[in-house]
């Protein structure tokens, strides 16, 4: 998935824990998004941003924190992990119209 | 809100049968539509996408996909199924209002293969 970096790929928390999933991308995307997938639910939109110092949250934002500094940067943040939260993220990049649209390569998270 | 449906969490076929996956939409407007498709533990692989360009649209690994306006529909389509096309398929779509609207996915369908 060019142009999306996500890290890290795989992180195992503790329950009350906090981190941060990192995502860049270097494409000037105006829309970047993050999203958590979990079996037999989808793809469902945690928060979105689109631009610098502009988030939103989407469908499922309880338990997570964004920000948007720059262009470039959407970090997602759990604040204190929760096993609920384990699934896969997905964070998203795009111009505003939708039509180029870039996933980064997904973090597997677990929370136990 | 829109919203993304496709009908069957799990579709069987035998290979070398026809592949047929649902997607029907919800929007006021003709969107963009995709499909991607996600191989276990991977991620996201973008098969086809409509952008009102045509309505049938080819995308890779032999799938196609044609938009109906008149049916709310996305169908994904390939002539003869392959082993390798056992995974999870996603429709999505992305809204004319952008922002929280930006990207919806339906709920995903497992194809199984049977050799």
């Known amino acids: 998935n060019a142009g999306v970096t996500q890290t890290p790929k795989f992180q195992v928390l503790k329950t009350g824990q906090s981190m941060t999933l990192q995502c860049a991308q270097d494409?000037?995307?105006?829309?970047m998004s993050w999203y958590r997938q979990d079996p037999g639910m989808g793809l469902r939109l945690i928060h979105y941003?689109?631009?610098?110092?502009?988030?939103d949250q989407g469908e499922v934002p309880n338990g997570y924190n964004v920000s948007r500094s720059t262009t470039e940067d959407f970090p997602l943040r759990l604040l204190s992990a929760a096993p609920s939260q384990t699934s896969v993220y997905f964070c998203?990049?795009?111009?505003?119209?939708?039509?180029?649209?870039?996933f980064g390569e997904g973090s597997w998270l677990t929370v136990v | 809100a829109q919203s993304v449906t496709q009908l069957g969490s799990h579709v069987s076929v035998s290979e070398g049968a026809l592949v047929l996956l649902r997607c029907n939409y919800s929007?006021?407007?003709?969107?963009?539509l995709f499909w991607y498709v996600q191989y276990p533990n991977q991620g996201l692989q973008l098969l086809l996408k409509?952008?009102?360009?045509?309505?049938l649209v080819k995308g890779i690994n032999g799938f196609e996909a044609e938009f109906k306006k008149s049916e709310t529909s996305f169908h994904l389509t390939k002539p003869s199924a392959h082993m390798s096309d056992a995974a999870e398929y996603f429709c999505?779509?992305?809204?004319?209002?952008?922002?929280?609207?930006?990207?919806?996915f339906g709920k995903g369908t497992h194809l199984i293969i049977q050799p």
């Open positions: 998203a990049s795009s111009d505003y119209s939708g039509n180029t649209i870039y």
């Open positions: 494409m000037n995307h105006e829309y």
């Open positions: 941003s689109v631009g610098a110092g502009i988030t």
């Open positions: 929007s006021s407007v003709p969107p963009y």
């Open positions: 409509y952008t009102s360009a045509a309505t």
């Open positions: 999505a779509v992305w809204g004319s209002g952008g922002g929280a609207d930006g990207l919806t």
